[in-house]
């Protein structure tokens, strides 16, 4: 049994598994978004969170536990000058992670990962949808142009019922009624 063992080992050795997130999250800083395969983009998202969190102060000791992750100057560069000006004031949750379907040579889980602040169409989508909504069950309230609309629909749907043709059965009906009248 497994039970508490929160790492996917990935099928690597440790060494292996530490060189290819370095790789991967360096890959992610530079370009902001990446491919992979699902199971490696949850075990980046751990990887990558804490690296991105600690770039958000700016001291030579941050910069330095961010280069043992990395191992690459020009990342750490990026991260610190690009970056972390971006996601200053997230509270975490830098990352996105857009499930795209299955590969076609083993059908593995493919994605797009990318850094959330850095995603132009889905900013300007949601500035522009930005309206402030209630959380409670009222409705909306009808204006009075509005109510007015509505009762001269209802009136004109009034007069075409009266205005149809009555059916053909009921004859027999009037017929009776009009036989006890005499």
Do not use: W
Not at 133 to 162: L, N, V
Request: glycine share 6%; aromatic share 4%.
């Amino acid at each position: 049994m497994r039970h508490g063992k929160k790492v996917n080992h990935l099928g690597r050795t440790h060494s292996h598994r530490a060189a290819m997130l370095s790789n991967m999250a360096t890959s992610l800083i530079m370009h902001k978004r990446i491919n992979t395969t699902v199971a490696k983009a949850k075990a980046l998202r751990k990887y990558v969170e804490p690296i991105l969190t600690r770039s958000k102060d700016d001291s030579t000791h941050s910069r330095r536990l961010v280069f043992s992750y990395l191992q690459s100057k020009d990342a750490v560069t990026e991260l610190f000058r690009e970056v972390a000006p971006k996601i200053g004031e997230r509270p975490g949750g830098y990352t996105r992670i857009l499930k795209t379907g299955n590969r076609l040579g083993d059908n593995a889980e493919m994605c797009m990962m990318e850094l959330v602040d850095f995603n132009e169409s889905m900013l300007s989508a949601k500035d522009s949808k930005k309206t402030k909504t209630t959380r409670r069950r009222g409705g909306k309230k009808k204006t009075d142009s509005a109510a007015e609309g509505s009762e001269h629909a209802s009136s004109a749907t009034d007069t075409k019922t009266e205005e149809t043709p009555k059916k053909r059965g009921s004859k027999k009906a009037s017929d009776s009624n009009d036989k006890t009248e005499e």
